[in-house]
Nanobody, 120 residues
Framework: QVQLVESGGGLVQTGGSLRLSCAAS????????MGWFRQAPGKQRELVTS??????TTYADSVRGRFTISRDNAKNLHLQMSSLKPEDTAVYYC???????????????WGQGTQVTVSS
């Protein structure tokens, strides 16, 4: 069983900063890529940023230079968000591409989401 639990969301003023974290729990698997997605009201879920097991990162144009993704001990994911804007308001979801050690099966897991609200 794989679980992803996010933390760190909240309310912040424009220009402020927040740090999101995602902790993966369970055993018998390894994690390849991890990422952060977000979904604003009335909009589709979109990829914000991702990081591979090798440390390669991608960023959406809208957050590049303001957000920084990082991983530690292969199962914990973080998102440092700076210079926040009202348009960053959304529910942020952690995502992990998992490979099970015994079966070799791959599966994608999602966290429950954490609300980020940026006030103008």
């Amino acid at each position: 069983q794989v679980q992803l639990v996010e933390s760190g969301g909240g309310l912040v003023q424009t220009g402020g900063s927040l740090r999101l974290s995602c902790a993966a729990s369970g055993s018998g698997f390894s994690i390849n890529a991890m990422g952060w997605f977000r979904q604003a009201p009335g909009k589709q879920r979109e990829l914000v940023t991702s990081i591979t097991s090798g440390g390669s990162t991608t960023y959406a144009d809208s957050v590049r230079g303001r957000f920084t993704i990082s991983r530690d001990n292969a199962k914990n994911l973080h998102l440092q968000m700076s210079s926040l804007k009202p348009e960053d308001t959304a529910v942020y979801y952690c995502n992990a591409e998992v490979r099970f050690s015994v079966s070799g099966l791959r599966r994608t897991y999602w966290g429950q989401g954490t609300q980020v609200t940026v006030s103008s």
